[in-house]
């Protein structure tokens, strides 16, 4: 006795369609969506360079001053790990308005050797602390890590960028 | 009885399960002592609980629904909620958890399972393969290149395989890597990479060279001479690209897959991938990893 051709089919084949559906998805995202070439199931791990990404946030004060700041804390992890790998538009912007009804406050300025100008940091308030920060923009970049053979440099690269402005009330 | 008598009987035991009963057990393994960067809690939870149930009431363990479950939760875990987390290793754990589970639904379990199990790694190869071909960044050695110069994972083949690429080299490139995150700087200089040039161009063409063969062999009907080397190639593959990479559960579900595809009288065969397995796991605990580091350091 043998199992109907149908049922053949699927079990044998089923399990390899899925993978390669899957696959062929992962390339599309990688060239249209910017997906990180070793996510996602395409199997391009170790065939695309291991980009290094990095998640820029530029909160931008009323004055048009806005400065490169550190992933506050509470969005670090799994938040920050799927905006750098899938940095989708839509992503990006839901995450800047989320920033947006954030406290900000300036924390410290750091002066750094060889850096003409004195770098304030900010980040998220603590409700203990003082007095927020107006944050008119949040601008967020995506800046992707590429080694060059030629140099022996690792070069950053915008990838992608969005601004967003607290909603204004009608 | 000494250790090692005690472990050949194991071994010998192990072998003279079919190819089915052991690439179940393999995969379960894999399951239970899920090997690898962590999943999260609940799928952790469920499939260890899962895999307890089996090792319990070991009947379960040829019930397709067992592996429905499984498939069913590592998809949605990993294909769905983690897609853009997830590495591929974790992919193809759903994809042959539901191999498993549709090879059990057929009159012919074990001829499915080894049909399943060709197929996938043939696909697996001929992607991984395929994605290389079109990468300039991989046909250049721009690739590897990188990873010596700064991935941890990789320095101990840069200091084995490398001409003069030192301790130093990899801690200045790795201070500079974080410098650059932690900073936004536009670009840093990297040390070491004329050392690994070489190396980093033998690895890529052994690479793509193996993964081609692989796709072939297990793409090949099973009846031609030729592809009855599929499972050398594939050992070597494992052995020689799982412990650096430290990819240990991808190695484990190749090998899975492998196990499945063997003849029943290939017993001795599947005493190797049973080597295998224990190879690659006890390479991931560090140890030997630091004895090479320490080699090629001193």
């Known amino acids: 006795m043998h199992d109907d051709p149908l049922k053949r089919a699927i079990c044998l084949g089923s399990a390899s369609v899925l993978l390669v559906l899957t696959a062929l998805l992962q390339i599309y995202r990688v060239e249209e969506q910017d997906l990180h070439p070793w996510k996602g199931g395409g199997f391009g791990m170790f065939a695309a360079s291991p980009e290094q990404r990095a998640l820029r946030i530029i909160p931008i004060d009323e004055n048009r001053i806005g400065y490169i700041t550190p992933m506050p804390s509470r969005y670090r992890g799994t938040t920050a790990d799927r905006l750098l790998f899938r940095p989708a538009e839509s992503r990006l912007r839901e995450f800047a308005r989320q920033l947006l009804t954030e406290d900000w406050l300036l924390i410290g300025i750091d002066q750094e050797p060889g850096k003409q100008y004195p770098v304030p940091r900010y980040d998220i308030l603590d409700p203990s602390s003082s007095e927020p920060i107006r944050i008119v923009e949040i601008r967020l970049e995506v800046h992707v890590y590429r080694y060059d053979a030629d140099s022996d440099e690792l070069r950053a690269t915008l990838l992608t960028e969005i601004a967003e402005k607290p909603e204004q009330p009608r | 009885m000494t250790a090692g008598a005690a472990l050949r009987g194991i071994g010998s035991r192990l072998a003279e399960l079919s190819p089915l009963d052991l690439s179940l057990w393999l995969t379960l393994t894999l399951v239970l002592v899920r090997p690898g960067p962590a999943d999260p809690w609940y799928l952790v939870g469920s499939t260890t609980l899962i895999a307890i149930i089996v090792l319990l009431v070991p009947e379960l363990l040829r019930r397709r629904e067992t592996w429905f479950l499984l498939a069913g ?36 379990r074990a001829g499915a399972l080894a049909v399943n199990g060709r197929v996938i790694v043939g696909f697996v190869f001929a992607l991984a393969t395929l994605q290389k071909l079109f990468s300039a960044s991989y046909l250049s050695g721009e690739m590897f290149e990188q990873l010596l110069v700064l991935d941890d994972r990789f320095f101990s083949l840069s200091y084995l395989l490398g001409d003069g690429f030192t301790v130093e080299h990899s801690l200045r490139n790795t201070a500079q890597l974080e410098n650059a995150l932690r900073n936004s700087l536009p670009s840093v200089d990297l040390e070491g990479g004329d050392a690994v040039r070489g190396a980093a161009l033998f690895l890529t063409w052994w690479t793509v ?24 190639v594939l050992l070597a593959f494992v052995i020689s690209t799982y412990p650096p990479t430290n990819v240990i559960q991808f190695g484990w579900l190749i090998l899975a897959m492998g196990v499945a595809a063997t003849e029943e009288s290939q017993r001795r065969r599947r005493l190797i991938y049973i080597g295998a397995f224990l190879f690659i796991f006890i390479f991931s605990t560090g140890q030997i990893r630091q004895m090479l580091f320490d080699a090629a350091r001193f």
């Open chain 2, 73 to 108: 939760l590592y998809f949605l875990s990993n294909n769905v909620i983690r897609y853009e987390l997830c590495d591929n290793h974790k992919f193809l754990t759903s994809y042959w958890c539901l191999a498993i589970g549709l090879s059990l639904s057929m009159r012919d």
């Open chain 2, 209 to 232: 060279t193996i993964e081609a063969a692989l796709a072939i062999l297990f793409l090949l009907p099973p009846r031609l001479r030729i592809a009855s080397y599929r499972d050398h």
